[in-house]
């Protein structure tokens, strides 16, 4: 067998596999969730974007009427379904009880101790990293990624080694597309087709006219 030339490459070794965690309450998920998924993935170079679908949402919780956790569920699956390197994620609902970052990221290292974990948040969500549970636990068992819009990066506090990735911004919310469904204003663009379908057949936020 030919010994390999003198100054070939060092074979490279196994990389670990680069897994990034989306969380969201995604009610309804909708193209900024994807759009900073895809972006991510791509400027990162990660494995996999899970959108991990919150069970119970916290900070959201008794504030407003949440959806139904499957049904969230059933609508971040249609969203992802055919788009290379995103995942649905049901860990949360697994978990039970509130969903708290910290735990997720402690079961997904306990599930895959090799992975290298990243923790992807909107500017809004980044902002508000102090208020999480366990926040330092977050940003010991992960790498954090902020999702900036171009020329306008959200200030942060400088003890994070902050991971920012510039995402031209829409300005879509679940919250506006809410109302604006309630309303029978259009969500065609704003969410997948595969999106509405399920949507329609769930009969989820409100009847359009
Ligand atoms: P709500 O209006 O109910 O708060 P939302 O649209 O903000 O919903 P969430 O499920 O709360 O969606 O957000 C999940 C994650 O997605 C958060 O990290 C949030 O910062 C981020 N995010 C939300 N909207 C956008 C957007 N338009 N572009 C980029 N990231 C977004
Ligand atoms: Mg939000």
Redesign the pocket.
């Known amino acids: 067998m030919a010994e390999p030339a003198p100054d070939a490459p060092a074979p490279l070794a196994p990389s670990r596999r680069r897994v990034g965690l989306?969380?969201?309450?995604?009610?309804p998920p909708?193209v900024?969730?994807l759009?900073?998924a895809v972006n991510v993935r791509h400027a990162l170079s990660l494995d996999v974007v899970v959108l991990m679908v919150a069970n119970v949402p916290w900070q959201?919780e008794g504030r407003r009427d949440i959806t139904p956790v499957l049904d969230r569920l059933a609508m971040v699956e249609a969203a992802v379904r055919d788009v290379p390197g995103l995942a649905a994620g049901r860990l949360e609902i697994d978990l039970g009880g509130p969903s708290y970052t910290a735990d997720t990221l402690a079961a997904l290292a306990a599930d895959e101790p090799e992975a290298e974990l990243f923790t992807?948040?909107?500017?809004?969500?980044a902002a508000g990293l102090a208020t999480w549970e366990r926040h330092d636990e977050v940003v010991a068992r992960s790498r954090m990624v902020v999702?900036d819009r171009p020329g306008a990066p959200v200030q942060l506090s400088d003890d994070v080694e902050w991971i920012r990735v510039e995402?031209p911004?829409?300005?879509?919310?679940?919250?506006?597309l809410r109302r604006r469904f309630l309303d029978g204003r259009p969500l065609d663009y704003l969410v997948t087709d595969d999106v509405l379908a399920v949507i329609a057949e769930r009969g989820l936020y409100g009847r359009q006219p």
């Open positions: 989306f969380g969201g309450t995604f009610d909708h900024g969730h759009v900073t959201k992807v948040v909107g500017d809004d969500a999702v995402v911004r829409l300005e879509v919310s679940s919250t506006d």
